[in-house]
Each structure stands twice: as structure tokens, then as C-alpha cells.
Nanobody, 126 residues
């Protein structure tokens, strides 16, 4: 089981960036997914969650209205599209998957997830 996050980079404030998380070793169908981020010296922070069907999503207050999570089960991929990026969005972004109670998108704690990707760096310059 592996999750591979990609798409990070350096971007100016106000611009957009899309992250992808590709799963291998299992199918996405019966898993909910989340994105987390961790800035230097800070705790890992939940960003967003999407349920198994993709019809229920949730976002932290800090990204609500700017970020969009989506999934393509046929491609075994979960995406995070980030708009109007701010310097405070700078962090390593991680994708994670959980295999139980997957009709919900209310999973906001790191312990809620079973599998983790390796992270991709997003840096937003002012």
C-alpha cells in the first residue's frame, strides 16, 4: 500500500497550485481521504477530507472557499486544488487514507487515517 503525493512547488501569493495523491496497492473505492499539512515548527494540521463517493467533503476554516478536494477512483487519484494561496499556506502537504466509515468526510485527526503519503512541499512567497 502506497500513497504518492506530488504537485508541490514554489508559487507566488494569490496564485493556484494543484496537488495529486496516487494510490497503489489498493483501490480508492472503499476509502476516505484527507489532506494534512505541516509547517516548520508547527503541529500537523488537517486541511480537507473527502468521502468514498466524493459527494461529501469538508475543509478547515483556514482553507474553506479557497481549496477544493476531489477524487477520481478510476485513476486511483485524489486531488487538492488550491486557489488564492497565502504565505501561511506554506507547508509540507500529506495525503492520507482510511478504510472505515468511509461515507463520512468528518475525519480530521491524524489518528483517523491508516495510510500516509510521503509529503510534498508547497512554498508560497509574498
Amino acid at each position: 500500500v502506497q500513497l504518492q503525493a506530488s504537485g508541490g512547488g514554489l508559487v507566488q501569493a494569490g496564485k493556484s497550485l494543484s496537488l495529486s495523491c496516487v494510490a497503489s496497492g489498493f483501490t480508492l473505492d472503499y476509502h476516505a481521504f484527507g489532506w494534512f499539512r505541516q509547517a516548520p515548527g508547527k503541529e500537523r494540521e488537517w486541511v480537507s477530507c473527502i468521502n468514498m463517493n466524493g459527494d461529501v467533503t469538508s475543509y478547515s476554516d483556514s482553507v474553506e472557499g479557497r481549496f477544493t478536494i476531489s477524487r477520481d477512483n478510476a485513476k486511483n487519484t485524489v486531488n487538492l486544488h488550491m486557489n488564492r494561496l497565502k504565505p501561511e499556506d506554506t507547508a509540507v502537504y500529506y495525503c492520507a487514507a482510511r478504510g472505515g466509515s468511509v461515507k463520512s468526510a468528518g475525519w480530521t485527526k491524524a489518528d483517523d487515517y491508516d495510510y500516509w503519503g510521503q509529503g510534498t512541499q508547497v512554498t508560497v512567497s509574498s
